[in-house]
């Protein structure tokens, strides 16, 4: 029972350097999501994708980009890597995006932007 | 503004003694709230999800508890154990017009330490 996995689970950039975060899960969910966590605050959203085919900007979008793949696949892409981007990063997955519906998460990957 | 606050902020008990963390939330409109485990270096994982309508639920020895008209929350952990080392987030979901979008409120999460 894999879940949710995001690959690498540990990353340092440079500054300035792309590099993309990589999210599957194999529950056959419609809906995945893209979240940081940072000392201090609560999870803040980056995008999601509520069904294949489509994805929306969250909370704090700038300097990300996304991609669904296919349903099971959705990556993350940072451009150029800034500091203020280090932080540990969750993909999660739900069955659909309705509020009412449970969201899985992987297990991180924390991002050192130097 | 949507907010989730969680109190207190860290927590350390004994093994085998019981607790209670606490969450307040001013959002609106309220779908569910959720109380999420996070172990050190791992994703959040669901421990409750309750609507409206659901004063308690259970799950093991956590039992949660929910005030709609006081927006307050309680998770309550018996009889702990080592186990139970990890962060607990409060999580309320927002729910958009026409239900739509799965929005979630997180709070920062009561980090508790179960020493034996």
């Known amino acids: 029972n894999a879940g949710v996995t995001q690959t690498p689970k540990f990353q340092v950039l440079k500054t300035g350097q792309s590099m993309t975060l990589q999210c599957a899960q194999d529950?056959?969910?419609?809906?995945m999501y893209w979240y940081r966590q940072d000392p201090g605050m609560g999870l803040r959203l980056i995008y999601y994708?509520?069904?294949?085919?489509?994805?929306d900007k969250g909370e704090v979008p700038n300097g990300y980009n996304v991609s669904r793949l296919n349903k099971r696949e959705f990556s993350l892409r940072l451009e150029s890597a800034a500091p203020s981007q280090t932080s540990v990063y969750f993909c999660?997955?739900?069955?659909?995006?309705?509020?009412?519906?449970?969201?899985?998460f992987g297990q991180g990957t924390r991002l050192t932007v130097v | 503004k949507n907010q989730v606050e969680q109190s207190p902020q860290s927590l350390i008990i004994l093994e085998g003694k019981n607790c209670t963390l606490q969450?307040?939330?001013?959002?609106?409109?309220?779908?569910?709230l959720r109380w999420y485990k996070q172990d050190t270096g791992r994703g959040p994982v669901s421990l409750t999800i309750?609507?409206?309508?659901?004063n308690t639920k259970s799950n093991g020895r956590y039992t949660a508890t929910l005030d709609a008209d006081t927006k307050q929350s309680s998770l309550h952990i018996t009889a702990s154990q080592l186990s139970d080392s990890a962060s607990y987030i409060c999580?309320?979901?927002?729910?958009?017009?026409?239900?739509?979008?799965?929005?979630?409120?997180f709070g920062t999460g009561t980090l508790l330490a179960v020493q034996p």
């Open positions: 969450c307040n939330y001013t959002v609106s409109p309220f779908s569910n």
């Open positions: 999660a997955s739900s069955e659909h995006s309705a509020a009412n519906t449970e969201a899985f």
């Open positions: 994708s509520a069904s294949e085919g489509t994805t």
């Open positions: 529950m056959n969910h419609n809906s």
């Open positions: 999580v309320v979901s927002v729910s958009a017009p026409g239900g739509a979008t799965n929005k979630l409120i």
């Open positions: 309750m609507t409206f309508s659901e």
